[in-house]
Nanobody, 124 residues
């Protein structure tokens, strides 16, 4: 069993930055992938970014590529999502998730464990 706890959300002006953290416990995330998703009320959950825990390979949604950076600290068993050049349309609840490493990474169905979410609000 894996427990995930996000932190780092908040209110920021457009153009600003935030760093989200996702601390994992229960087991090491070795052989897993960590993903970040976001969701706003009335909309479907949206893939943001993913990282292979062992390989460090990354993938991003087109809407955040070049602005967001996913990373992980292997020793701390913690993942991060650096959000730069934030826009009002980035406002959402952000969730981290973990699942066994597989070829599919952008679907929520590829992840078994989910955090409780952290709210990011970007004002214009």
């Amino acid at each position: 069993q894996v427990q995930l706890v996000e932190s780092g959300g908040g209110l920021v002006q457009a153009g600003g930055s935030l760093r989200l953290s996702c601390a994992a416990s229960g087991r090491t995330l070795s052989s897993y992938r960590m993903g970040w998703f976001r969701q706003t009320p009335g909309k479907e959950r949206e893939f943001v970014a993913a990282i292979g825990w062992d390989t460090g390979s990354t993938a991003y949604a087109g809407s955040v590529k070049g602005r967001f950076t996913i990373s992980r600290d292997y020793a701390k068993n913690t993942g991060y999502l650096q959000l730069n050049s934030l826009r009002p349309e980035d406002t959402a609840a952000y969730y981290c998730a973990a699942g066994v490493y597989a070829s599919v990474y952008s679907s929520g169905n590829a992840y078994t464990y989910w955090g409780q979410g952290t709210q990011v609000t970007v004002s214009s």
